[in-house]
Nanobody, 124 residues
């Protein structure tokens, strides 16, 4: 069983930055595709970014491209999301997800494992 624990969220002013982390335990992390999604109040959970098993391929939602960066450290079993130039509309709970097949995925239903989420609140 794979467990994912997110951290690094918080309250930040618009224009600020955060670094979200997701620590995995169990399973074979280095073979997994990893993704970040977010869910704002009253909205559907949406794709943010994904990275393949090796870290060589990344895909981003258009709304975060050039502001967010996904990366991973397989030795530490951790995936990161650097979030920069934050906007009020980035306020959401950010979730980490993992799938046992290593190709990057942008669809929520393609992921098998999910973390509990970390809150990011951006104030103006």
């Amino acid at each position: 069983q794979v467990q994912l624990v997110e951290s690094g969220g918080g309250l930040v002013l618009a224009g600020g930055s955060l670094r979200l982390s997701c620590l995995a335990s169990g399973g074979s992390f280095r073979t997994y595709a990893m993704g970040w999604f977010r869910q704002a109040p009253g909205k559907e959970r949406e794709f943010v970014a994904t990275i393949n098993w090796s870290g060589g391929t990344t895909i981003y939602a258009d709304s975060v491209k050039c502001r967010f960066t996904i990366s991973r450290n397989n030795a530490k079993k951790t995936v990161y999301l650097e979030v920069n130039v934050l906007k009020v509309e980035d306020t959401a709970v950010y979730y980490c997800a993992a799938d046992t097949y290593g190709d990057p995925k942008v669809t929520r239903d393609d992921y098998k494992y999910w973390g509990q989420g970390t809150q990011v609140t951006v104030s103006s």
